[in-house]
């Protein structure tokens, strides 16, 4: 288990650009499966998750070569599908969340897949029941073996349908759409996900030779085809990047200016955070945070206190909120943080509470912060990241806590960070990883 050292309590100042989207990257980097030809991707983020995919896809037979830096090149012509039989695909595959989408395409391409219950952050409850029902309507069989926790789902040949999913889920969107590109004839998924990543995932699995309609809304219609082509491919920047360096620089009354943000697929999040008070300046594809020394969160109209809450896109992304949580107890006044889509998400506020916040954990999907409005700043303090973002929130309340503050089990953030170190130092952040 790695750890920050943190001393905190100064401003940061500069530019940061943001890093490839890990969320889009996973998903990319699973439909290489679905051709045996050439595909090229750009802009991947070198952290932990994408990494540990890139792996297992290379012990599954893929020949992945890092071209340069975030640049890679995948051919899955030959794929040894015995190694999803081994103890160390196992461990590989329960090790992170985005590894689910490996069953998609292989079970588009060679008929089987097989995956342990996904891993990824200690959240709260996850199924995955979207994905093998969407399967099993392509007309796959799934078995669960309840006794080791794997699920195994196959298929001579799938066939198009109609299917409307029981929640909006992002990975189980893009698993049922990877499978159904090389289904026979027509699939439509009504309640699809909508986000940027999967507007990306579509995108290229249309150059790849994809036949889809309806990208970016929440009805997509597939025509199948028996083949698909190698293609060339651009991640996104990072949205939970770009919001985590808001929340950065707001909190630690700093002026940064985030470049290259990829303002279009931002959605609602520079507006939410300008409803918490901080001043977001939009410069071409650049936010500029500044003026950061006070910010007050907006009320309702009716004057009372407002809520910021999750919901599946174009809504705010869950994985945002615990920033936002974070941002609001220097705010002045006060805001209802509504983590709806998990369940154990919010208990960081503990170590938040520790640190001087005003915070009341009123269940454990809703948390009130009463701002500070920076009559006192937080108490440096010890504390272990138990997820990717409450991890990153972790660190930016540390920056701002005058004194010198500790965070275990730091790869929980490098997870979906990269370098975040030394990137942040670069900025003037004295962070040092022991
Ligand atoms: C690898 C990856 O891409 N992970 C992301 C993906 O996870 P993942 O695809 O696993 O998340 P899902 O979209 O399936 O669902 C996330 C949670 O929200 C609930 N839910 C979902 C849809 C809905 O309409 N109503 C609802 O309540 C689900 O029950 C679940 O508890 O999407 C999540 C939701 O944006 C993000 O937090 C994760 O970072
Ligand atoms: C929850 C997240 O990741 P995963 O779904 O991979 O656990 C996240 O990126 O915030």
Redesign the pocket.
Known sequence: MSTFQIEGGYKLNGTIEPQGAK?EA??VICATLLTNQDVYIENIPEIRDVLKLIEILGKLGVQTERIEKGKYLFNASEINIDFLKTKEYAELAASL??SIMIIGPLLARFGRGFIPQPG?DKI????VD?HFIGFQKLGAKFEFDADNHWFSISAEKMKGTYMLLD??????TANILMAAVLADGTTTIYNA?C?P?LQQLSKMLVAMGAKITGIGSNLLVIEGTSGLKGCSHRILPDMIEVGSFIGLAAMTASNITIKNVGLEHLGIIPASFRRLGINVEQKKDNLVVKDTEHYEIDSYIDGSIMTIADA?WPGL???LLSVFLVVATQAKGSVLIHQ???ESRLFFVDKLIDMGAQIILCDPHRATVIGLDRKHCLRATNMTSPDIRAGIALLIAALSAKGKSTIHNIEQIDRGYENIDARLNSLGAKITRL
């Open positions: 969320n996973l998903q969340r985005g990824g709260g409850r996850r199924r979207t929640e909006a889920s992002v990975t189980g996900a986000e990543y599946p992304t869950p994985d709806k889509m998990f």
